[in-house]
């Protein structure tokens, strides 16, 4: 979203004291209304019950100007959850910085598939590589208490995000390691599944020079040869390191679902199936090793 910000108070326009409910009314009419909340709820400390009680709490002259600076980063473009530090994911708050791609709702269908393969009575082994926030692998180990989940990512500040993640959220079954894929796991380790949503955007597609795409670190979002690069690394390694009958699940771009399935085909992956989003788009795709695999799979 651009915004005008010429709407923004000036500095030397603003009168002290200013409620709650005018920096939200007066203040933030050129802002989402839901982002303009969650800005001011992040500046005020406080939630979203306390805005709608205490319209008449009157701002003190810092965080008059903190949110005033917030509104005006946004107007300028930058992602609302970067400026407040966090985002909503499934049924968490995690916290987000410039280093981390912000999760997305359609990746919470990522965590659905993933949730329904695997048994909450059993003490499963998980792989969410390109872990960026942990969004996927925290919610998981969140609901799958008795999975030990392992959360693989390239950059060391994304891993940094991720680990106080799990620390606030008091999640002890996901252990981070820092690794390009698969490359620096133990020899021999398999999993039962092995999610990703890795970066599958082409090279120089227009979408990356709109909105928050602009904001977010090249290395969660390009990928080389077109968009396939990292998916197609993940899919053609992926059944050395799955126990026979384990899953691969990955979401992948809107146009990416039939040649996903062909990939995993090639691969020897049986059961092949691509799920929608709500908007009706085939945005995960996974598929099983095969139990006719040979010896690496076992
Ligand atoms: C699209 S983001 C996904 C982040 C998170 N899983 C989510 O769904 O919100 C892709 C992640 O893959 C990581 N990544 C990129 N290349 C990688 C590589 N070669 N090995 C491991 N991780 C990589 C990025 O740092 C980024 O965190």
């Not at 960026?132 to 925290?138: K, N, P, T, V």
């Not at 208490?145 to 106080?164: G, K, N």
């Not at 598929?287 to 799979?297: D, I």
Request: with cysteine; charged share 20%; proline share 4%.
């Amino acid at each position: 979203m651009t915004i005008n910000s010429n709407h923004l108070p000036e500095q030397a326009n603003i009168r002290h004291p200013i409620t709650v409910g005018e920096a939200l009314q007066n203040w933030a009419k050129q802002i989402d209304r839901l982002e303009a909340r969650w800005m001011l709820q992040s500046v005020l400390a406080v939630d979203a019950a306390f805005l709608v009680a205490h319209a008449d709490r009157e701002l003190s002259p810092d965080e008059a100007a903190r949110y005033r600076q917030m509104l005006a980063r946004r107007a300028a473009g930058e992602p609302v959850a970067y400026l407040t530090g966090e985002r909503g994911f499934y049924d968490l708050i995690l916290k987000v910085t410039p280093d981390v791609l912000i999760p997305r709702p359609e990746t919470e269908l990522l965590v659905e598939t993933a949730l329904s393969s695997i048994a909450p009575d059993r003490c499963s082994r998980v792989l969410d590589l390109g872990t960026g926030s942990g969004a996927i692998a925290i919610t998981i180990a969140k609901h799958r208490p008795l999975a030990q989940v392992t959360a693989i990512d390239l950059s060391s500040r994304a891993l940094a995000v991720a680990r106080a993640n799990a620390q606030a959220q008091a999640v002890d079954n996901v252990t981070f390691v820092q690794g390009d894929w698969y490359a620096n796991l133990v020899a021999g380790e398999k999993f039962d599944v092995i999610v990703a949503n890795p970066p599958y955007i082409a090279e120089g597609d227009p979408h990356l020079a709109q909105g928050d795409l602009r904001f977010e670190p090249n290395l969660a979002l390009v990928a080389k040869h077109n968009g396939w690069d990292c998916i197609r690394q993940i899919i053609t390694h992926a059944e050395a390191y799955l126990h026979r009958d384990g899953w691969l699940l990955l979401e992948h771009g809107y146009d990416q679902a039939s040649a996903c399935r062909e990939l995993l085909e090639k691969s020897g992956f049986v059961s092949i199936f691509s799920r929608t989003d709500l908007a009706g788009i085939e945005r995960v795709s996974g598929g099983q090793c095969g139990s006719f695999s040979t010896a690496e799979c076992l």
